[in-house]
């Protein structure tokens, strides 16, 4: 009973975990450019993430460690800090990138800029993180995320041409505008494939003290998570396939996607919008945080969880407080946050072999996962997975250099 | 092969001034379509009064910056002649939205 509560909780957690502004942004933008063409990049951004996931999940489970300790453990704490440092990077993109999401429904809701409430929603994140516990955050930003499910409601309703979709899933090559169209591609992946989902994801297990007996949870959480993520995702790029893409209109800003939802719902869409993004980019401010903060305090072999004071894990909370202050900073100071967000996504994307090699390694390791180790298939899976990441990474550099 | 191709012109140089005011046009283009969305929305009490007007700010600033723009990029007197006209006809779309708003709330 006790682990079907659980199971039940880790797909509302990993639905609601899984929306953010980089979905939105980049989602709205593929559908208003290029109405569903893109979906294929959703559909093959989301396997890579279920299976990368449940490799966390299963390795917190088995090992009772995340996976930057794991990192460290197996490369050594010299080999471990480049890549943290980059990671560590794209983290505070991402935590600005939320906090400028949350501001941004804020202006929606209020007229008042962005850059007004940049402050404010920075210290409801802290003062969060600061006062509740892990349980708290996983799951009242995940069941208040279930508002997102507006977006599946509204696609459809407007009908799309089930026969257009599953086109659309496979890859094709775009009919104008190339490098926009590829540039969407890799941010769509990007934004999917985030590091901190992993880290988070796997820290989590360990603060939930996962063991063996907790394998088939992970796995049918990342698979129906994941899944129900995605769907909600790919609703937002038909529904801005159908409203915006007919009009010509080109989804840069974010007065220009607000009212996707009005022509289903006219008297809610609006603030149904509004709140679905805040919410979504609030949970997501709130597990990025953590998520940098337990990467650097298992990197550093510091003190680390949610479920203790602040005073007695001093550096973890003081790493959130430092993330959160630069985040706050960067949108205060008027970076336009979809901007901010298409660069991210993009750079996540080049990032991803950062993430995905290591997997490679540690999921062989038969001393640490026994029979849990990868078999042939996920291994033969994992390795697809670092090609496509190091295909990722040669295409976005030119178009992150030039094209964003 | 046409992405390649779209690649390769991205790694070796940046847009050229003829496919820059062509992006401008499409933006402008993009935030009349807006405005009009926006303004049907107003109308039919589907969206806020304060998002449509910091809407169609925003457009109405897009289409200043565009036509500042254009001025400045080294294109032909034809294509620069057309975008300005475009980018004129989507002032005035602009500027009839407002005063049509102005009179509903009146």
């Keep these: 009973m006790k682990k079907a509560l659980q199971l039940a909780l880790g797909i509302l957690t990993a639905i609601g975990g899984f929306f953010d502004i980089g979905n939105l942004v980049t989602c709205s933008q593929a559908g208003a450019s290029f109405r569903f063409q893109l979906l294929w990049a959703l559909g093959l951004g989301t396997v890579i993430v279920i299976l990368l996931v449940e490799m966390s999940g299963r390795f917190a489970a088995v090992a009772g460690k995340t996976l930057p300790e794991a990192i460290r453990d197996h490369f050594g704490a010299r080999m471990a800090i480049g890549p943290f440092v980059v990671l560590a990077v794209l983290h505070v993109m991402i935590l600005a990138s939320e906090i400028g999401g949350v501001a941004l429904a804020m202006q929606l809701l209020t007229g008042i800029s962005f850059k007004v409430w940049a402050i404010p929603v920075g210290i409801l994140i802290w003062l969060f993180l600061w006062r509740a516990t892990f349980d708290a955050v996983e799951y009242s930003t995940s069941t208040l995320g279930m508002v997102t499910l507006c977006f599946v409601v509204a696609a459809v309703l407007y009908h799309p041409s089930n026969e257009e979709i599953l086109k659309s899933l496979l890859p094709s090559l775009p009919k104008s505008d190339p490098a926009k169209y590829w540039l969407y591609a890799v941010s769509i992946m990007g934004a999917l494939i985030s590091p901190f989902l992993f880290y988070f994801y796997s820290s989590g297990a360990v603060e939930d003290k996962w063991d063996k007996s907790y394998v088939w949870i992970n796995r049918i959480v990342s698979v129906m998570g994941m899944t129900f993520g995605a769907v909600i995702s790919g609703a937002l790029l038909i529904i801005a396939g159908m409203v915006l893409y007919p009009r010509g209109i080109s989804a840069d800003n974010i007065n220009q996607v607000a009212f996707v939802l009005t022509e289903k719902f006219p008297f809610w869409g609006f603030a149904l919008f509004a709140a679905s993004m805040g919410v979504a980019c609030l949970g997501a401010a709130l597990e990025v945080a953590l998520s940098l903060a337990y990467a650097t305090a298992q990197l550093f072999g510091w003190e680390w969880g949610m479920d203790c004071t602040p005073g007695k894990h001093a550096r973890f909370s003081l790493t959130y407080t430092v993330a959160i202050l630069i985040g706050t900073m960067t949108i205060a100071v008027g970076v336009q946050p979809v901007k901010l967000t298409m660069l991210t996504m993009a750079l996540n994307a080049m990032a991803l072999p950062i993430v995905s090699i290591p997997f490679l390694l540690l999921m062989n390791d038969r001393r640490v996962l026994g029979d849990k180790a990868n078999g042939p298939l996920m291994n033969t899976a994992t390795l697809l997975i670092v090609a496509t990441s190091v295909v990722l990474f040669v295409v976005s550099l030119p178009l992150v250099v030039m094209g964003s | ?106």
């Design chain 2, 1 to 106: 092969m046409k992405a390649l191709l779209a690649l390769c012109v991205l790694v070796i140089g940046c847009k050229s001034d003829e496919s820059k005011a062509s992006d401008l046009a499409d933006r402008a283009s993009s935030w009349a379509a807006t405005a009009g969305v926006v303004t049907t929305g107003m109308a039919q009490n589907k969206l806020p009064l304060t998002f449509g007007r910091n809407t169609l700010e925003d457009a109405q600033k897009e289409l200043d910056a565009a036509r500042k723009q254009i001025v400045d990029l080294r294109i032909s007197d034809s294509t620069r002649r057309e975008v300005m006209q475009a980018l004129s006809g989507q002032a005035d779309s602009l500027a009839r939205l407002k005063t049509e708003l102005a009179r509903r709330k009146q």
